[in-house]
């Protein structure tokens, strides 16, 4: 009789396959530093995008030379209109948490194939507003070693160590930088400060005046040109934003930076401007600008607390140009990491690094871009500053006022769909009031644009154009994206899941407190030596 065969389930355990032991849950990907950032933190990216110091000393002078002694009220009114775009731009930060900022509150109130376009024009943006900055460190820093010690030094090897350095910074975790930026802001800032104070207790060339604000210097054909350089001092401001998943209760850090960013940035930048006009006095000021604009702050700085705060104005103008460069390095990486988390980008470029918990491969990448386009510049023999920095920034800089534009816009379509608790101040008003305003202000950038690039009409033409094309080439992506990859289309743009470390952010309430703003910087003429 054959033998029967014992069942399955009555067979000894040690005949089972090791398959039946718990699985170990794989770990999981390194991420984001989680509330690591604090309102301070914030401020200092954003007000050192803004490079101070390098608008002051290299774009004020023009801005006095054109708009006259009325110029300081220039700054006071584009940062009031900024601080009205920050209303809607920060109560959106509260509902839309993605890491894309302004391509996700666009694609929330005007749809995907918009947003689509936006997130183009925002990586092309950043980094046109990073990468011409190169040629510009170049020649602040030959600049530099020709007024301290007489040497001549080539722009190039100094603009390639440039960006190693922030390629450095960039890797290292995020709270590197923010201390970094802040030792460095405070120099800049510093010595603007101390001019001032200088102008301010000698009671300037003839004593102290206001009048570079009365309507009568405000109200003149030149303060266009002024409004136009005044914007362009703020671009990049709302990157605060990009920072949200890194910040300590972004509901409240993330506005509080913002409005703090364009508060101080409007309010010192007037201050400073109008200074300097004491220094020369209101006659003689626009004179001065015009024979030697490059060195204006430096000849008053010379005069009201000696040579040697001009010399560490030079150094601190290096100093400025590489916290500029760093804040665009940080905010672009962001930009790469969350495309890059869409399926937008190679998801190569979503890793972070186990240790610093940084975009490093999304660093790596726009370095060497920015090594490119550099060595590009410079085998063709072109200017680093009339034409790296200048045509480079100069699409960049407009590209970010048009995606302020959008994202103005689609504030109040977003919160028409949206059941919220916001009141119409911050849903309607304030961001149809900034959209008004902020057509304007591209209107004068544009028609003021060879101030910017100092380039025939052919080039102003093509640098202009660039920002439409771009952003058409974004929607015929989109359009690439919902045919062939129609989950990436989907999932574009959503929310993501709170990082390690983060904290919850409640819906707020109609009472709840409101906070504070930032900026970026522009292209301007080169300070003499």
């Known amino acids: 009789m054959p033998e029967t065969p014992e069942p399955p389930a009555a067979r000894a355990p040690a005949a089972t396959p090791a398959a039946s032991a718990p699985a170990t849950p794989a770990p999981a990907a390194p991420a984001l530093r989680g509330a690591a950032l604090g309102t301070a933190d914030i401020s200092f990216f954003v007000v050192s995008a803004a490079a101070p110091l390098t608008v002051m000393a290299g774009v004020a002078p023009v801005a006095i030379l054109l708009g006259g002694i009325g110029a300081p009220a220039g700054y006071l009114l584009a940062g009031l209109t900024l601080a009205v775009f920050a209303v809607g731009f920060t109560t959106m930060s509260r509902h839309v948490t993605s890491g894309g900022a302004f391509y996700a509150y666009i694609t929330r109130g005007l749809g995907k194939h918009v947003g689509i376009g936006a997130a183009l024009l925002a990586l092309v943006g950043y980094n046109g ?93 030149g303060t266009a040109a002024v409004l136009a350089f005044a914007f362009a001092a703020f671009t990049g401001f709302e990157s605060t934003v990009i920072y949200r998943r890194e910040a300590r209760d972004p509901d409240r850090t993330v506005p509080r930076a913002t409005y703090i960013a364009v508060a101080f940035l409007g309010l010192f930048y007037a201050f400073i401007v109008w200074t300097v006009i004491q220094a020369y006095g209101a006659e003689e000021v626009v004179s001065a600008a015009t024979q030697d604009p490059g060195g204006l702050f430096f000849t008053a700085i010379t005069t009201y607390v000696g040579p040697w705060a001009a010399d560490l104005m030079h150094l601190f103008i290096v100093t400025s140009v590489i916290a500029s460069l760093l804040a665009f390095h940080n905010a672009i990486n962001r930009y790469v990491l969350a495309l890059a988390e869409e399926g937008v980008l190679p998801a190569a470029l979503g890793r972070v690094h186990p240790r610093h918990r940084s975009p490093y491969l999304a660093g790596a990448a726009q370095t060497l871009l920015g090594a490119v386009v550099v060595l590009g510049f410079a085998l063709a023999g072109a200017d680093p500053y ?95 994206l919902r045919t ?46």
């Not at 030792?183 to 060339?205: D, H, N, Q």
């Not at 590209?399 to 309607?428: D, N, Q």
């Not at 129609?486 to 906070?515: I, W």
């Open 386 to 480: 009339q034409q790296l920095l200048l045509w480079v920034n100069t699409p960049g800089m407009i590209g970010l006022m048009a995606l302020m534009l959008l994202a103005a816009i689609a504030v109040p379509v977003y919160f028409h769909r949206t059941a919220h608790s916001e009141g119409p101040w911050r849903t309607v008003v304030a961001p149809v009031t900034a959209a008004i305003l902020l057509t304007v202000a591209i209107c004068l950038v544009i028609s003021k644009v060879d101030l910017f690039t100092m380039a025939s009409t052919t080039v102003n033409t093509v640098l202009v154009a660039l920002v439409p094309a771009v952003f058409l080439a974004g929607t015929a992506l989109a359009g690439r």
């Open 129 to 221: 507003m990073e990468i011409g900055v190169y040629g510009l460190l170049g020649t602040t820093t030959a600049d530099t070693a020709h007024a301290l010690a007489g040497l001549d030094v080539p722009w190039l090897p100094v603009s390639l160590a440039g960006l190693l350095l922030i390629w450095y910074g960039g890797f290292r975790s995020i709270d590197f930088g923010a201390k970094l930026l802040g030792v460095l802001l405070v120099a800049e800032t510093g010595i603007l400060v101390l001019l001032a104070a200088g102008v301010i207790v000698k009671g300037g060339a003839h004593g102290l005046s206001l009048g570079s604000f009365a309507p009568g210097a405000v109200l003149v054909p």
């Open 484 to 529: 062939r990859r129609p989950d990436v289309y989907a999932r574009f743009a959503e929310d993501p899941e709170p990082l390690e470390g983060a904290q919850p952010c409640p819906l707020p309430t109609p009472s709840s407190p409101e906070p504070a703003s930032a900026p970026s910087t522009p292209p301007a003429p080169r300070p003499a030596r």
